[in-house]
């Protein structure tokens, strides 16, 4: 397994404003939440140090690096999961998206520790090792709450505050030691050694307060989201008996947060007078986890350890006599990731009947193994079910597009996607995808102004104002193409300057 994915990708600034959002957790202690009556709402405190619009642009920012990381889990039904899991809680709690309505983006990423984190203006990530370790739906969201709590409560910004008179550079190298240490501790201890001390322990004097109010925050969105809070003390433990096999070894000035035992007892404390509460888990959270157990290694051991797992938990299912649709489900994506899709299609078929009821993964899965084995017909008619039967769902909606495409019916591939573009304006994946239709039809101008509206959408500027000067000097660009790229042009290079001017002010 790879050093986890961040360590290659944050560097400069966006390292230092990473640590307030809570990614020191090299000791495996992401930990569960506690609770509050109201989410409490913060003054004036770090606002000039770091504005919400700045926190969203470095976000942003920090995202297309791991965007290009192989470890980022970039798949469709993960992905779907989690944003609508994360959606879920946040529902309960709208103040939580703060003053900018932060839309937030929750993904995955492969790494072998325990860890979730937050990342400035709403993007949380969470390793594959811990989505594989809960248990539970109560468990997931007791992590991923924890995480919205530290960006409810900006605690980026109030961290840059903290740290305005202090070095920058330890701070740095403290977090690239903690991102390396449960890969190469010796070479983490050099590089952590290089910092100051007192910059160092501000830092983790901070950290633990952030992680105290981010558990309060959290255990109230988690209660009032309808999950059980008993399963954060469950999952606390389970964290607790994973950290032992390095926890020994970690310097003190790393364990930014409070000690495991104290923090099982203040939320035992906090949640003992609350009223029994069970929480019926979505089926489709086993079909995760099973495609996470086959996504978090894509070797061809890897394939053969998760084989192993999908048989075991099949031979058990078969003594107790309970049918196991995620198992099933799992071999038949190992089968699919393989080539062998007449496998693929057996397992899946037992999957369906097994589960009793039908799932945006499965579909997906059966999307893929259709188009996969040139029979896009078969794909489009299991396209047109899908959507049916979840209109609502992103994925299946962009594998239409390729059935589309599939059939040779680019024209209504791109007119498809751009009413899908219209719907959800925010989504640059839908502007990449379509971007590749237009390619496809030999329509340049269109294909390098979409792109630009893709890399907008990611806050990346300066490669937005590039496309649109390849689609200005397009053969086929039209008069009314060229107005719209003038037009949006100014547009971008306004808020190119907007944001040169924000970052001098911060560098002030």
Do not use: C
Request: aromatic letters at 8%; hydrophobic letters at 45%; proline letters at 4%.
């Amino acid at each position: 397994m790879k050093k986890t994915v961040l360590k290659s990708q944050l560097r400069g600034l966006a390292l230092v404003v990473a640590l307030g959002a809570g990614l020191l957790f090299s000791d495996g202690s992401v930990l569960p939440l506690v609770s509050a009556q109201n989410l409490p709402t913060l003054g004036d405190t770090g606002r000039e140090d770091l504005s919400p619009v700045m926190e969203r642009r470095m976000g942003e920012e920090i995202m297309r690096s791991l965007r290009q990381d192989p470890d980022y889990l970039d798949d469709e039904p993960v992905l779907e999961y989690l944003n609508d899991f994360g959606s879920k809680l946040l529902e309960v709690h709208q103040e939580a998206r703060g003053e900018m309505n932060y839309d937030f983006f929750f993904f995955a990423v492969r790494d072998p520790v325990l860890n979730a984190f937050a990342l400035p203006g709403g993007f949380i990530g969470v390793h594959s090792a811990l989505i594989l370790t809960a248990q539970n739906e109560s468990e997931l969201a007791a992590v991923l709450s924890h995480e919205i709590g530290h960006v409810a409560q900006r605690h980026i910004a109030r961290m840059i505050g903290s740290q305005r008179q202090d070095m920058l550079i330890p701070i740095a190298a403290l977090i690239v030691a903690a991102l390396a240490m449960h890969s190469n501790p010796d070479v983490a201890m050099g590089v952590a050694m290089g910092g100051e001390g007192i910059a160092i322990q501000r830092q983790l004097d901070f950290s633990q307060s952030a992680e105290r109010e981010a558990d309060r925050v959290g255990l109230q969105i988690m209660r009032d989201g309808g999950f059980d809070p008993s399963g954060m003390v469950a999952f606390f433990k389970r964290m607790q008996t994973a950290s032992r096999g390095y926890s020994d070894t970690m310097p003190a000035f790393l364990r930014t947060h409070p000690l495991t035992t104290e923090r099982i007892a203040d939320i035992q404390s906090r949640i003992q007078a609350d009223k029994f509460k069970t929480h019926v888990d979505n089926p489709d959270f086993q079909l995760l986890r099973a495609r996470v157990q086959v996504l978090q290694d894509a070797s061809g051991q890897g394939f053969v350890d998760a084989k192993a797992v999908f048989e075991d938990q099949l031979a058990h299912a078969a003594l107790v006599r309970q049918p196991n649709p995620s198992a099933y489900y799992g071999l038949a994506f190992i089968a699919y990731k393989q080539a062998d899709f007449i496998t693929a299609q057996v397992y899946l078929d037992k999957a369906r009947k097994a589960g009793q009821q039908n799932s945006f993964f499965y579909t997906s899965l059966a999307m893929d193994i259709l188009l996969a084995s040139q029979q896009p017909v078969a794909a489009l008619k299991e396209a047109g079910r899908g959507l049916t039967e979840f209109p609502l769902s992103r994925g299946i909606s962009r594998q239409y597009a390729d059935a589309l495409i599939a059939n040779k019916r680019v024209d209504d591939a791109i007119t498809y996607l751009r009413d899908q573009t219209l719907l959800y304006r925010k989504d640059a994946g839908l502007q990449q995808q379509l971007a590749k239709a237009y390619a496809l039809a030999g329509k340049q101008a269109l294909q390098h102004l979409t792109l630009a509206e893709s890399y907008a959408l990611t806050g990346a500027v300066s490669p937005a104002l590039d496309q649109l000067n390849i689609a200005r000097r397009s053969p086929d660009a039209t008069f009314y193409d060229l107005a719209v790229i003038d037009a949006r042009e100014r547009e971008l290079q306004d808020r190119w300057k907007d944001e040169q001017t924000e970052k001098n002010k911060q560098s002030l």
